[in-house]
């Protein structure tokens, strides 16, 4: 067997097709699974507005697809959202031949780590944020207003805000990273909290959809999750 160490260039780019492939693989076998359940998933999905929706109003479809289309759209984001993990198996199965084995002893750690908080993020985003979000635009609508959200509107929303805090929350693991590989010093981040803090607002207004609320409750977050990642990190020096 080839020491993956002696591997040409165009082996490691073999290599990496391979694991690719493998992921495509695997992420159409998740969502052949899902297929199934796809209007399961979207009911799970869609529930934290329909709870709070006025008796008598429903969602509503205003392309002539848009029934088909967005559960089905639902259900390959959850198929790659479940598929994540193994995703970050192949990534590590690729690159630890390269490091040292003191590397690979907070390298693995820290994919496992990035993996639940990315999953944490999501259920954040589901259980916390939304039903906050959502309740306040509800009870803010007038009398005149009829509440009837085009589905695919309330999906790009929700969507958009999952993926949001799922990579918010690998706050800790950058900043982990940054500080422990030697990239920045600790005192020297610390110097720059103003201007982080300041980017994670602006990080806010582009990723989380146009309000001020769902921008706060991207921001703050973020900011928190910095701080804790600087706490648990060490400079390679000290």
């Known amino acids: 067997m080839t020491d993956p160490n002696d591997m040409t260039f165009m082996g490691h780019l073999k290599e990496?097709?391979?694991?690719?492939?493998?992921?495509?693989?695997?992420?159409?076998?998740?969502?052949?699974?899902?297929?199934?359940?796809?209007?399961?998933?979207?009911?799970?999905?869609?529930?934290?507005?329909?709870?709070?929706?006025?008796?008598?109003?429903?969602?509503?479809?205003?392309?002539?697809?848009?029934?088909?289309?967005?559960?089905?759209?639902?259900?390959?984001?959850?198929?790659?959202?479940?598929?994540?993990?193994?995703?970050?198996?192949?990534?590590?199965?690729?690159?630890?031949?390269?490091?040292?084995?003191?590397?690979?002893?907070?390298?693995?750690?820290?994919?496992?780590?990035?993996?639940?908080?990315?999953?944490?993020?999501i259920v954040f985003a589901y259980f916390v944020v939304s039903p906050i979000i959502l309740s306040f635009f509800i009870s803010s609508a007038p009398d005149s207003i009829q509440v009837m959200t085009d589905i695919n509107k309330y999906l790009d929303f929700v969507l958009k805000l999952f993926f949001a805090f799922g990579f918010a929350f690998e706050i800790p693991i950058a900043t982990f990273l940054v500080i422990t590989t030697g990239l920045v010093s600790k005192e020297r981040i610390k110097t720059m909290r103003p201007y982080l803090i300041i980017s994670f607002f602006v990080i806010g207004m582009f990723l989380t959809p146009p309000d001020i609320f769902s921008q706060l409750f991207l921001a703050i977050p973020m900011w928190l999750l910095f701080e804790i990642g600087l706490l648990i990190s060490r400079d390679p020096k000290s």
Do not use: D, Q
């Open 16 to 121: 990496l097709r391979s694991r690719i492939i493998r992921m495509f693989l695997f992420a159409g076998i998740i969502l052949v699974c899902c297929l199934p359940f796809t209007n399961h998933i979207y009911a799970f999905v869609s529930a934290p507005l329909l709870e709070l929706m006025p008796a008598g109003s429903s969602m509503i479809a205003t392309e002539v697809a848009s029934p088909f289309i967005a559960p089905l759209r639902v259900t390959i984001y959850s198929a790659l959202i479940i598929s994540l993990p193994y995703f970050l198996i192949e990534l590590w199965g690729f690159i630890s031949p390269g490091l040292y084995k003191k590397e690979k002893t907070f390298v693995g750690p820290l994919i496992l780590s990035s993996i639940l908080l990315f999953y944490a993020g």
